[in-house]
């Protein structure tokens, strides 16, 4: 079965430089989501979308933006980067079928982030 | 606000039956998920409960007690291979109808 598509898997920038990290989701899930993950802390939200317009937003940097394509893929721009932008990014996709629905997320294999 | 406590910490043997618990806050209960994280992997679904009682699946079961706000992820007959991050996880109508709010995390080491 398709899986969520995430790259590049490993990206290392340098401080004030940006990052660009894409999003596959799984065809036919309607909500992408975009989960940040410290070492050894737990995923925090970002960003999602709902069919192609943003949807809900958490803990977002302004430095950080997002957009989903008319392909359905998702772009996370993340620009001005600090140390603290060190962490695994995750894109998810869910859709609105059977009984877990949203609660049931699909995560892609993520994107590791590490900022000199 | 929003918050999830869960122990930070179990050890277990092969074989042996354990269980996770997970309290909560939340301005928004749709439903109680666990996810299971490998090093360096990805989190993957396991369970999800919306309603109180125990959902099986396989040597996984979960529960939820909506009135105690309180949940617990049980796995029986412990593999090696279920060493791992274990997150409860709920939806945060503070940040929106879909966003996962996770708990901070139950690190389970299986010894043999």
């Known amino acids: 079965a398709a899986g969520v598509i995430q790259s590049p898997r490993h990206l290392i920038k340098e401080k004030r430089e940006t990052a660009t990290l894409k999003c596959y989701p799984i065809p036919r899930h309607d909500t992408v989501y975009w989960y940040q993950q410290g070492p050894g802390q737990d995923p925090q939200f970002l960003i999602s979308f709902y069919e192609k317009m943003q949807s809900d937003k958490g803990s977002i940097p302004d430095r950080f933006s997002a957009q989903q394509f008319s392909d359905y893929h998702s772009e996370l721009n993340m620009s001005s980067l600090e140390l603290g932008d060190s962490a695994l990014y995750f894109c998810?996709?869910?859709?609105?079928?059977?009984?877990?629905?949203?609660?049931?997320?699909?995560f892609g294999p993520g994107t590791r982030l590490t900022v000199l | 606000g929003q918050s999830l406590e869960q122990p930070s910490e179990v050890t277990a043997v092969e074989g042996a039956i354990v269980q996770i618990n997970c309290t909560y806050q939340?301005?928004?209960?749709?439903?109680l998920s666990w996810y299971q994280q490998h090093d360096g992997g990805a989190p993957t679904f396991l369970s999800y409960n919306a309603l109180d009682g125990l959902e099986e699946t396989g040597r996984f079961s979960s529960f939820l007690s909506r009135s105690d706000s309180y949940g617990y992820l049980l796995l029986q007959e412990l593999q090696m291979k279920d060493s791992a991050s274990y997150f409860c996880?709920?939806?945060?109508?503070?940040?929106?109808?879909?966003?996962?709010?996770f708990g901070s995390g139950t690190r389970l080491q299986v010894q043999p």
């Open positions: 939340t301005s928004g209960f749709y439903g």
């Open positions: 996880a709920v939806r945060d109508r503070r940040m929106g109808r879909r966003a996962l709010t």
């Open positions: 998810a996709s869910s859709a609105q079928t059977g009984g877990a629905s949203y609660n049931e997320q699909f």
